[in-house]
């Protein structure tokens, strides 16, 4: 199966820039989504397609896909924002087909 | 404004089945997949499989087939997941989620809607 890694936990203080990566072979050439999930809610999509965000999600937040990483940059960090966040690709040659990363829990501190 | 609602908790014994359903409104059923998603506890996401809500066509994760069924409504906008033979391990939080059905491109859109959550916990 499709092997996605990213890094447990992270610390980043407000206002400063969180920087969140997800790994995997070749992950350049898919497509890659990014999660929010606050504690006891339901996860919320905040950048797809590499780059894209949905509507309603704020500018700060960003992506992007080159060679074997993923990024996601949340940058003038808020409190609001510490969650877990995690990366998500559709591998069609892969079993499960939909993969998640273990999950990165960003702490504002 | 898009929903996906999700039915109540359940507590089941080892052994016996559970069904979840999945109520969406405010989108048109017929253009999305509805994926099947859990969370055991203080663990990360998993996903089980996805139903097409057009055709009603299905596509598991290995791990659960022969164990898990999806399956939709059109009449009702409603979205299905049966799981049998529970055991502890299953014990988890079972989301639905809906991606547009996109043909003749290999990208995809990411799961932008999800449903509040249904517990379900094994124990004998």
């Known amino acids: 199966s499709y092997v996605l890694t990213q890094p447990p936990s992270m610390s980043v203080a407000p206002g400063q820039t969180a920087r969140i990566t997800c790994g995997g072979n070749?992950?350049?050439?898919?497509?890659v989504h990014w999660y929010q999930q606050r504690p006891g809610q339901a996860p919320v999509l905040v950048v797809y397609d590499d780059s894209d965000r949905p509507s309603g999600i704020p500018e700060r937040f960003s992506g992007s896909n080159s060679g074997n990483t993923a990024t996601l940059t949340i940058s003038r960090v808020e409190a609001g924002d510490e969650a877990d966040y995690y990366c998500q690709v559709w591998d069609t040659s892969s079993d499960p087909s939909y993969v998640f990363g273990i999950g990165t829990k960003v702490t504002v501190v | 404004q898009v929903q996906l609602m999700q039915s109540g908790a359940e507590v089941k014994k080892p052994g016996a089945s559970v069904k979840v359903s999945c109520k969406t409104s405010g989108y048109t059923f017929t253009g999305y997949y509805i994926h099947w998603v859990r969370q055991a506890p203080g663990q990360g996401l998993e996903w089980m499989g996805r139903?097409?809500?057009?055709?009603?066509?299905?596509k598991y994760a290995q791990k659960f087939q022969g164990r898990v069924t999806m399956t939709r409504d059109r009449s009702t906008t409603t979205a299905y997941i049966e799981l049998s033979g529970l055991r502890s391990e299953d014990t988890a939080v079972y989301y639905c989620?809906?991606?547009?059905?996109?043909?003749?491109?290999?990208?995809?859109?990411?799961?932008?809607?999800w449903g509040q959550g249904t517990t379900v916990t094994v124990s004998s």
């Open positions: 139903v097409n809500a057009n055709s009603g066509g299905t």
């Open positions: 070749n992950i350049g050439s898919k497509s």
């Open positions: 989620a809906r991606v547009p059905i996109v043909v003749g491109t290999p990208r995809d859109y990411g799961m932008d809607v």
